[in-house]
């Protein structure tokens, strides 16, 4: 119990520490490198604070980024303040998506897997953060999360269902385990099962409806990728809990 109450310490001062020690290493770059780079950079050091700590290092990790990117990557330069509507989107999506990777690292970190640092799997996260802030409808951003779920499972196909949960299909589970029935499926080993998968959406705590992932034969995504898969659901959950809108069967 001490060692993690001692880990747990560590994580804050390194949330504390490690978002204002990173913009002081990137600092130099400022002119040469886009505001969007180094926001991502950012969450790289949010997921690493998260890794080794719990939720709230990671939460304050995220704030604190955001607020060092700010202070130093925005006009006007070392001051609390934002003139640029991009760079104001871009240090709230920072903020999104350092808070999303936080929960998604804490997760991992309990499960005691990999935390979620491939720039590609972050790149996805974020461009859904985006969109989720920026799109019309909810409907859009189920439609873009349906996109990325194919390339990133390597599914035959994905599509989503609004409404009541029918039958008993395999389901893909928060922690990016694989359920068949009540027995967890070994995907490391066997893959994907061949019938379709559920993944579950929610917002604000109710259910909207299932990404249903039809995968290709031998298809074998990894736990981060999964935990990835799971993530991107979440985020259209959220924006179907900001957004009132008429559903209609896809």
């Keep these: 119990m001490t060692r993690y109450l001692t880990r747990d310490r560590i994580a804050i001062l390194a949330a504390l520490a490690a978002p204002l020690s990173a913009a002081a290493i990137l600092l130099p770059f400022r002119a040469s490198w886009s505001n969007t780079n180094v926001a991502l950079l950012l969450v790289v050091v949010v997921v690493g604070v998260s890794a080794i700590g719990n939720r709230v290092a990671g939460a304050l990790a995220a704030v604190w980024a955001a607020a060092w990117f700010d202070f130093f990557f925005t006009l006007p330069y070392y001051q609390f303040t934002i003139r640029s509507s991009a760079d104001v989107t871009t240090a709230v999506l920072l903020l999104l998506t350092g808070l999303a990777v936080s929960q998604l690292a804490a997760r991992a ?142």
């Design 109 to 250: 970190r309990r499960l005691q897997v990999v935390a979620i640092t491939d720039a590609g799997y972050l790149a996805q996260i974020h461009e859904t953060a985006s969109m989720s802030k920026s799109a019309r409808s909810p409907d859009a951003v189920a439609d873009h999360v349906k996109e990325q779920l194919i390339g990133l499972l390597d599914l035959e196909a994905s599509r989503f269902e609004y409404g009541s949960l029918l039958g008993h299909p395999p389901r893909l589970e928060t922690d990016g385990t694989v359920m068949v029935g009540r027995a967890r499926w070994d995907v490391e080993q066997l893959g994907l099962p061949g019938e379709e998968i559920e993944l579950r959406t929610f917002g604000n705590g109710q259910y909207y409806g299932r990404f249903m992932l039809k995968p290709e034969p031998g298809s074998k995504p990894s736990l981060q990728a999964r935990l990835v898969a799971v993530t991107l659901a979440d985020q259209a959950g959220r924006a179907f809990g900001a957004g009132q809108t008429t559903r209609s069967p896809r």
